[in-house]
């Protein structure tokens, strides 16, 4: 818990999202890389909150799952807003 009450922990990175995904399709994220055709430590990084979805990645989700490119990069600009949002008021006292 921070000095402004919020818990860093209660902003949701996107990866979390696509491991729950992953896991009621019953799919690895080894195999979900390969599907998609991307690096598996790309998707090891987003699944733990550590790298960004990408519009590429993004486009090969909805082309895999039918979940919009959209929607995935609006749950990554609405991560980023929130963490530095979080990180802005953390660094004043929750003073801004």
């Avoid at 996107?14 to 195999?31: F, V």
């Avoid at 979900?32 to 055709?37: E, K, L, M, P, S």
């Avoid at 733990?48 to 895999?64: F, L, R, V, W």
Wanted: proline share 3%.
């Amino acid at each position: 818990m921070s000095s402004i009450g919020i818990s860093r922990d209660a902003i949701v990175h996107p990866g979390k999202h696509i491991k729950l995904l992953l896991e009621a399709q019953k799919l690895s994220p080894e195999s979900f890389a390969r599907r998609i055709d991307v690096p598996e430590q790309y998707i090891a990084a987003v699944l733990n909150g550590t790298a960004d979805i990408t519009e590429s990645c993004a486009q090969k989700i909805e082309a895999t799952f039918g979940v919009s490119a959209d929607f995935w990069m609006r749950l990554q600009r609405k991560y980023n807003t929130e963490v530095l949002a979080f990180e802005e008021l953390s660094a004043f006292g929750g003073n801004l």
